[in-house]
């Protein structure tokens, strides 16, 4: 299961804004991705709602993850990890989202 941390850099967490621009950077990869915190079950990224019931506020790491057997069958892992490492990338670019 291709699996990502990353510390959530946008000085109102996932919220509103930041919220929005990470689901729809995790709906253009295509993948099913889920992000969590803390250990407990994620959710999905692609919903709005769900990301920012979650309250990732600024600081904490998050672990973004796509289940193995969830994988599209034209995407390999290697490709859903790019993918992951992008998402990464955007959470902590404070400017970015």
Same mark, same amino acid.
């Not at 990732?56 to 969830?70: I, R, T």
């Given at each position: 299961?291709?699996?990502?941390?990353?510390?959530?850099?946008?000085?109102?967490?996932?919220?509103?804004?930041?919220?929005?621009?990470?689901?729809? %950077? #995790?709906? !253009?990869?295509? +993948? $099913?991705?889920?992000? =969590?915190?803390?250990?407990?079950?994620?959710?999905?990224?692609?919903?709005?709602?769900?990301?920012?019931?979650?309250?990732?506020?600024?600081?904490?790491?998050?672990?973004? %993850? #796509?289940? !193995?057997?969830? +994988? $599209?069958?034209?995407? =390999?892992?290697?490709?859903?990890?790019?993918?992951?490492?992008?998402?990464?990338?955007?959470?902590?670019?404070?400017?970015?989202?």
């Amino acid at each position: 299961m291709p699996v990502c941390k990353a510390i959530v850099a946008a000085a109102i967490g996932l919220h509103a804004r930041p919220a929005a621009v990470f689901v729809r %950077a #995790v709906t !253009a990869t295509g +993948l $099913p991705v889920t992000i =969590s915190k803390d250990g407990r079950p994620g959710v999905d990224a692609r919903s709005l709602l769900e990301v920012m019931t979650e309250d990732f506020e600024c600081g904490c790491e998050v672990e973004l %993850a #796509v289940a !193995a057997d969830a +994988l $599209p069958a034209r995407c =390999s892992v290697a490709e859903a990890e790019n993918a992951l490492e992008g998402l990464r990338v955007l959470l902590e670019s404070p400017n970015a989202v």
